[in-house]
């Protein structure tokens, strides 16, 4: 069975940063490319960053410059590191693993909630 557990969101003041985790299970990891999507209420999921198998990042612009993206193909696990936090960042943060190969597969986290207030 495929498990997304995503980790580490919390209440935070501007500024401040965090750091989530996802860890996988189920699927051969190395093989996915990762990504952190994050959805705040009233508002459409957006991709905040993304990041192939081999380690090749993408970020949306509203988080250039204050997140990090990374892997541990080892652990099979995913990395955000969120630095320079904004209210604007505020939302649930789901953590999502797709096979670019066929067979194409998708599978998605059930979320971790980041509150940035002060």
């Known amino acids: 069975q495929v498990q997304l557990v995503e980790s580490g969101g919390d209440l935070v003041q501007p500024g401040g940063s965090l750091r989530l985790s996802c860890a996988a299970s189920g699927i051969v990891f190395s093989v996915y490319a990762m990504g952190w999507y994050r959805q705040a209420p009233g508002k459409q999921r957006e991709l905040v960053a993304s990041i192939t198998g081999s380690g090749s990042a993408n970020y949306a612009d509203s988080v250039k410059g204050r997140f990090t993206i990374s892997r541990d193909n080892a652990k099979n696990t995913l990395y955000l590191q969120m630095n320079s936090l904004k209210p604007e960042d505020t939302a649930v943060y789901y953590c999502?693993?797709?096979?670019?190969?066929?067979?194409?597969?998708?599978?998605w986290g059930q979320g971790t909630q980041v509150t940035v207030s002060s």
């Open positions: 999502n693993a797709r096979r670019l190969s066929l067979p194409f597969s998708e599978y």
